[in-house]
């Protein structure tokens, strides 16, 4: 494990604390760029042997030398942490994480492109109907199987959740399979499939690089005065990216003027 990539990294996030303009880095209104403690390696072991998996080690250098959570990407970095004895993530989408599949590779493989398409085809619209009731069971039924395709907890498995970025999108890091280690986009809640998120090569990235991108831009733009114009350099496969007037950044996690206070809560 290289912990050099590490060093000096809680320092960084925390001299951003008290620093002015540091309230227009996207996300800060919600984690403050505080950190949680670190986890000490017997903690690690036994978080490890709990979920049954050895964490990405990039992600394990994350936990030993910056933070068990805390400031980060968007709205933070999920927290891991032990309650009445039992680790596990917490945050905003934290409960989709099957703890105990956990060790499962996570599967490459999205949703049948052509299925989606097809169902999105065949989505009810309530104009179609002559009163609200056959529409109302025509959708329901529609849901059912749109979220057993998209929304199958067998889509996830041998992933964390491990960050939100507002209105139900998330980011998740793989811990098992060929992807292991690697930061996945999570847009199912506005019908997008998962995808793996690139960078400017169209090069996945991995946890670290996740991160310390974040941070360098989050740097840039506090030092910039909270100005505009620092960009997070990310963006995820295929046409999937952020919409800067949702209050994001192509691949990003800035946001316009007002979006904070409209989506700290992960709401519309």
Same mark, same amino acid.
């Given at each position: 494990?290289?912990?050099?990539?590490?060093?000096?990294?809680?320092?960084?996030?925390?001299?951003?604390?008290?620093?002015?303009?540091?309230?227009?880095?996207?996300?800060?209104?919600?984690?403050?760029?505080?950190?949680?403690?670190?986890?000490?390696?017997?903690?690690?072991?036994?978080?490890?042997?709990?979920?049954?998996?050895?964490? !990405?080690?990039?992600?394990?250098?994350?936990?030993?030398?910056?933070?068990?959570?805390?400031?980060?990407?968007?709205?933070?970095?999920?927290?891991?942490?032990?309650?009445?004895?039992?680790?596990?993530?917490?945050?905003?989408?934290?409960?989709?994480?099957?703890?105990?599949?956990?060790?499962?590779?996570?599967?490459?493989?999205?949703?049948? !492109?052509?299925?989606?398409?097809?169902?999105?085809?065949?989505? !009810?619209?309530?104009?179609?109907?002559?009163?609200?009731?056959?529409?109302?069971?025509?959708?329901?039924?529609?849901?059912?199987?749109?979220?057993?395709?998209?929304?199958?907890?067998?889509?996830?498995?041998?992933?964390?959740?491990?960050?939100?970025?507002?209105?139900?999108?998330?980011?998740?890091?793989?811990?098992?399979?060929?992807?292991?280690?690697?930061?996945?986009?999570?847009?199912?809640?506005?019908?997008?499939?998962?995808? !793996?998120?690139?960078?400017?090569?169209?090069?996945?990235?991995?946890?670290?690089?996740?991160?310390?991108?974040?941070?360098?831009?989050?740097?840039?733009?506090?030092?910039?005065?909270?100005?505009?114009?620092?960009?997070?350099?990310?963006?995820?496969?295929?046409?999937?990216?952020?919409?800067?007037?949702?209050?994001?950044?192509?691949?990003?996690?800035?946001?316009?003027?007002?979006?904070?206070?409209?989506?700290?809560?992960?709401?519309?």
């Amino acid at each position: 494990m290289n912990d050099a990539i590490w060093a000096g990294v809680r320092q960084r996030v925390q001299a951003l604390r008290d620093r002015p303009g540091h309230d227009a880095v996207f996300g800060a209104i919600g984690h403050g760029f505080a950190l949680e403690d670190v986890l000490d390696p017997a903690e690690l072991a036994a978080l490890e042997d709990q979920v049954g998996v050895e964490l !990405p080690d990039e992600y394990r250098g994350f936990l030993l030398g910056v933070g068990a959570g805390g400031a980060g990407p968007a709205y933070g970095v999920f927290p891991v942490r032990r309650r009445q004895g039992r680790w596990g993530w917490e945050g905003d989408g934290a409960t989709l994480v099957e703890v105990n599949r956990l060790g499962e590779p996570f599967p490459r493989r999205c949703a049948d !492109p052509e299925r989606l398409r097809a169902l999105l085809e065949q989505r !009810p619209e309530e104009e179609d109907f002559e009163g609200t009731d056959g529409f109302d069971d025509a959708i329901e039924s529609w849901e059912r199987e749109w979220e057993s395709v998209m929304w199958s907890r067998d889509r996830t498995v041998g992933a964390i959740v491990i960050a939100h970025l507002g209105c139900a999108l998330r980011h998740w890091l793989v811990v098992s399979g060929p992807e292991r280690g690697l930061i996945w986009a999570d847009h199912r809640v506005d019908d997008e499939d998962l995808m !793996p998120l690139l960078d400017d090569e169209g090069t996945p990235v991995g946890f670290a690089a996740w991160y310390l991108t974040w941070l360098t831009e989050a740097e840039r733009r506090v030092a910039e005065g909270g100005h505009a114009g620092a960009r997070d350099r990310l963006t995820c496969g295929e046409d999937c990216v952020f919409d800067e007037e949702e209050g994001f950044a192509e691949g990003g996690f800035e946001e316009e003027d007002g979006a904070g206070e409209r989506d700290a809560a992960g709401t519309r």
